[in-house]
């Protein structure tokens, strides 16, 4: 059988509080290639009716990741953790992300983590995790969720 424990499908993981940072923004913004300065400088992002200077779209991947840090502090584990991935035989599979809104420098978000379910793939070769990242603002609501797909490789 697999590696993945799917006992955990449907498991939904506690919300995890994420105070985003303009530096964090910043040099994210620098890896990726971005240049528009929204993303840099808090005052073009201003003359651009922003409050902050604002994440990038790729950013909730970040985000997801300070949440599985800030989990794993608390004794709590990340998904990566809860569904037993095995780093030396995991890929990254599909990704794709729905937005509700934007994410800027100095609000702090709550990710959960939901377990969507696993199949298996190219015979029985393939295992894969679907799982689901939801960023929520107190007060705007659901601003972005992220679907993935986890592979391990089997054979």
């Known amino acids: ?23 964090a923004i910043a040099f994210f913004a620098e890896t990726i290639g971005e240049t528009n300065p929204i993303h840099f400088d808090v ?4 003359s651009a009716g922003h409050p902050d200077v604002v994440a990038p779209a790729t950013y909730p991947v970040v985000v997801g990741t300070f949440a599985g840090n800030e989990s ?12 037993k991935a ?9 990704e794709s992300y729905t937005y509700h809104g934007t994410m800027y420098a100095g609000e702090t978000v709550s990710v959960v983590n939901e377990v969507l379910g696993f ?12 799982v689901a990242t939801r960023i929520t603002h107190p007060e705007r609501g ?14």
Request: zero cysteines; glycine letters at 12%.
């Open 72 to 83: 794993a502090r608390k004794g709590s584990p990340g998904i990566l953790d809860l569904i």
């Open 119 to 130: 199949v298996d793939a190219k015979g029985g070769k393939l295992e894969i995790a679907q």
């Open 43 to 46: 005052d073009a992002a201003r």
């Open 142 to 155: 659901l601003i972005v969720e992220a679907k993935r797909d986890i592979i391990h490789v089997l054979g």
């Open 1 to 23: 059988m697999g590696i993945f424990d799917r006992s955990t499908a449907g498991h939904i993981t506690p919300p995890v509080d994420v105070t985003l940072e303009r530096g």
């Open 86 to 94: 095995d780093m030396r035989h995991l890929l990254h599979g599909t």
